[in-house]
């Protein structure tokens, strides 16, 4: 995971720079959301191209309404499309393993209830990976906006990491 920080570092950048000219940025939806799913997409090992289609997909199966207290329709039938854009990735990454989580997820030998050792199925890995791609989605994002907030509120915290980086944890 250390050496993801380069790409860390440079998804972070690349979202403050297009926005750049305007100048504005909505911290929440177009910064700290989009991080999130894009830092989480990179360690996972999932294509660029389908990045936003997941993020998409993530933002519908987390959105509810107010007072909603079941699933809504529109969240379950994102969870369908989530399942079958993974379900594709994950067999090219059986196809043509990787350097990444989801090719450890493929390769773990695991011991079930009997004590064999067994692989996940794909069926399996892809429920792993619809978990991890849209875990700590919200709670993510609102810390990262939180913190940004934290920043303009204390403005002298701010100017002090930005003079030295490396007091960030």
Same mark, same amino acid.
């Given at each position: 995971?250390?050496?993801?920080?380069?790409?860390?570092?440079?998804?972070?950048?690349?979202?403050?720079?297009?926005?750049?000219?305007?100048?504005?940025?909505?911290?929440?939806?177009?910064?700290?959301?989009? @991080?999130? $799913? #894009?830092?989480? +997409?990179? &360690?996972?090992?999932?294509?660029? !191209?389908? =990045?936003? /289609?997941?993020? *998409?997909?993530?933002?519908?199966?987390?959105?509810?309404?107010?007072?909603?207290?079941?699933?809504?329709?529109?969240?379950?039938?994102?969870?369908?499309?989530?399942?079958?854009?993974?379900?594709?990735?994950?067999?090219?990454?059986?196809?043509?393993?990787?350097?990444?989580? @989801?090719? $450890? #997820?493929?390769? +773990?030998? &695991?011991?079930?209830?009997?004590? !064999?050792? =067994?692989? /996940?199925?794909? *069926?399996?890995?892809?429920?792993?990976?619809?978990?991890?791609?849209?875990?700590?989605?919200?709670?993510?994002?609102?810390?990262?906006?939180?913190?940004?907030?934290?920043?303009?509120?204390?403005?002298?915290?701010?100017?002090?990491?930005?003079?030295?980086?490396?007091?960030?944890?």
């Amino acid at each position: 995971l250390f050496r993801s920080e380069p790409k860390v570092r440079k998804i972070a950048a690349d979202l403050l720079e297009e926005k750049r000219e305007s100048n504005r940025m909505d911290v929440v939806t177009e910064y700290s959301a989009a @991080l999130q $799913m #894009l830092v989480i +997409a990179e &360690l996972l090992g999932l294509p660029e !191209d389908i =990045r936003p /289609l997941l993020r *998409e997909q993530s933002d519908r199966i987390l959105s509810r309404d107010e007072g909603d207290s079941g699933v809504p329709e529109d969240a379950a039938n994102a969870m369908g499309e989530m399942m079958a854009t993974l379900a594709g990735t994950v067999a090219d990454h059986y196809d043509h393993p990787r350097d990444d989580i @989801l090719s $450890m #997820l493929i390769t +773990a030998s &695991l011991s079930d209830s009997v004590g !064999d050792d =067994r692989h /996940l199925t794909q *069926e399996e890995v892809t429920n792993r990976l619809v978990e991890l791609t849209i875990a700590g989605h919200e709670t993510t994002a609102k810390l990262v906006a939180n913190g940004a907030v934290a920043l303009t509120w204390y403005r002298d915290q701010r100017t002090e990491l930005a003079a030295d980086p490396s007091l960030m944890p």
